[in-house]
């Protein structure tokens, strides 16, 4: 039982490298998030996809790039890295939007991302 | 705009002692409210989560939470402390009609004592 599978688990960048967060769900979800977590402050989204092709910016998008070509994959995009993003990513999918009675959301493991 | 607040940074118990945490939230209609878990170096992992009915609902682990509208909370309780318990627990709140954001408040973390 997979899951929701995030990779690379540890990474550090230089200020201005950029780099791929990968992001895959083997539960056929249409729903993919990505959030960012700081210390005391909880997560924020940074963009989410409600299916495949289809995809939007959260609070916290600047900085980032997302695409949803498949149903399965969501990876995140750094640019340019900017000390300000180090932090904890963590991906969740969910088969319905968020609101919907019953609805679980699934996590991945994180990716400790670190610049300097 | 939608606000989740958790008091307390830290909390110390021993094992074997009651455990609450507080949540207080800030939300224009009725939330969908959830607890996670995160231990040290995971993902996180629902505890539990309040759509509508009976306010004091059950989830793993042997953890429960009570929804009180009156004062905006969702505490969780644990009668009992394993040392396993000793993680960072988040409080969230979810909109009740579909859409796509999650508050999560700052996180309280757990340290368990022998």
């Known amino acids: 039982n997979a899951g929701v599978t995030q990779t690379p688990k540890f990474r550090i960048l230089k200020i201005g490298q950029s780099m791929t967060l990968q992001c895959t769900q083997d539960m056929n979800h249409n729903y993919m998030y990505w959030y960012r977590q700081d210390p005391g402050m909880g997560l924020k989204l940074i963009y989410y996809s409600v299916g495949a092709g289809i995809t939007d910016k959260g609070e916290v998008p600047n900085g980032y790039n997302v695409s949803r070509s498949t149903t399965e994959d969501f990876p995140l995009r750094l640019e340019l890295a900017a000390p300000s993003q180090t932090s904890v990513y963590f991906c969740a999918s969910s088969y319905s939007p968020i609101g919907t009675v019953g609805n679980t959301i699934y996590f991945g493991e994180g990716s400790w991302l670190t610049v300097v | 705009a939608q606000s989740v607040t958790q008091p307390d940074i830290h909390i110390t118990v021993s094992e074997g002692a009651s455990l609450e945490l507080r949540c207080n939230y800030s939300?224009?209609?009725?939330?969908?409210l959830f607890w996670y878990v995160q231990s040290p170096g995971q993902g996180l992992q629902l505890l539990l989560k309040y759509f509508s009915g009976d306010t004091l609902v059950q989830g793993i682990k042997g953890f429960e939470a009570e929804f009180k509208r009156s004062q905006s909370s969702f505490n969780l309780r644990k009668p009992s402390v394993h040392w396993s318990d000793a993680a960072e627990y988040f409080c969230?709140?979810?909109?009740?009609?579909?859409?796509?954001?999650?508050?999560f408040g700052g996180g309280t973390r757990v340290l368990v004592k022998p």
């Open positions: 969230a709140v979810g909109p009740q009609a579909a859409g796509n954001k999650l508050t």
């Open positions: 939300y224009g209609a009725t939330p969908y």
